[in-house]
């Protein structure tokens, strides 16, 4: 009897040592400052604060190249998303900009513990009240390209559904490529 459990335990040990890395949790993210976020002197449209609390920025005066992922910590498309966005700025983070805009959050608070807790790395808006439905829609996520003129080159409404597709959308619309 001891030697069946013994050889049972061995064997969850094995299995669950084997476990693919994806479904890996991630390190721990940061609130990071938007101070790094290319802009230009606009003040018009929507102003929105940035998620670390010390700054806003004008979304007219936003410059690229940048990509724009807008999501919520309640969206669970958004979620999945987050380790092709992960794996694509790792990569990325020296040639182009990625910011996000936490949007329809019942408190700030819960934006933050999302990012820290999904273990994202890039700046991030806060737009508390719905200001900018009007701009990205109803949905969510949706992935904006911003070229260094600060036009908006493209919009991805949905998923994405693999790094492969953040590349050829980047080099396509931002004419970057990443490595």
Same mark, same amino acid.
């Given at each position: =009897? ?8 061995? +064997? ?5 040592? /084997?476990?693919? !890395?994806?479904?890996?949790? $991630?390190? #721990?993210?940061?609130?990071?400052? /938007?101070?790094?976020? =290319? ?9 929105? $604060?940035?998620? *670390? ?7 007219? &005066?936003? !410059?690229? $190249?940048?990509?724009?992922n807008v999501w919520g910590s309640? /969206? &669970?498309? /958004? ?10 700025? &790792? ?7 990625? =910011?996000?805009? *936490?949007?329809?959050? %019942? ?13 994202m790395t890039w700046p991030s #808006? ?14 969510? $996520?949706?992935?904006?390209?911003? *070229? @260094? ?10 998923? +994405?559904?693999? @790094? %492969?597709? #953040? ?9 970057? %490529?990443?490595?």
């Amino acid at each position: =009897m001891i030697r069946k459990i013994a050889f049972t335990c061995s +064997l969850l040990l094995l299995l669950t040592g /084997c476990s693919s !890395q994806s479904s890996a949790i $991630p390190a #721990l993210g940061e609130v990071v400052s /938007c101070d790094s976020i =290319m802009r230009s002197a606009s003040t018009e449209g929507v102003e929105l $604060p940035c998620l *670390d609390g010390k700054s806003s920025i004008y979304f007219s &005066a936003l !410059q690229g $190249p940048l990509i724009v992922n807008v999501w919520g910590s309640w /969206c &669970a498309s /958004c979620k999945d998303e987050l380790p092709i966005l992960r794996s694509f700025y &790792a990569k990325a983070q020296s040639r182009i900009q990625l =910011m996000g805009v *936490d949007v329809e959050e %019942a408190k700030s608070d819960d934006g933050r513990r999302f990012i820290v807790k999904n273990g994202m790395t890039w700046p991030s #808006l806060n737009d508390p009240d719905g200001r900018t439905r009007g701009d990205f829609g109803m949905g969510v $996520p949706v992935t904006w390209f911003i *070229d @260094e003129s600060g036009a908006v080159v493209h919009k991805k409404i949905g998923v +994405l559904t693999n @790094e %492969a597709e #953040l590349h050829d959308l980047t080099l396509q619309y931002l004419h970057v %490529a990443i490595g």
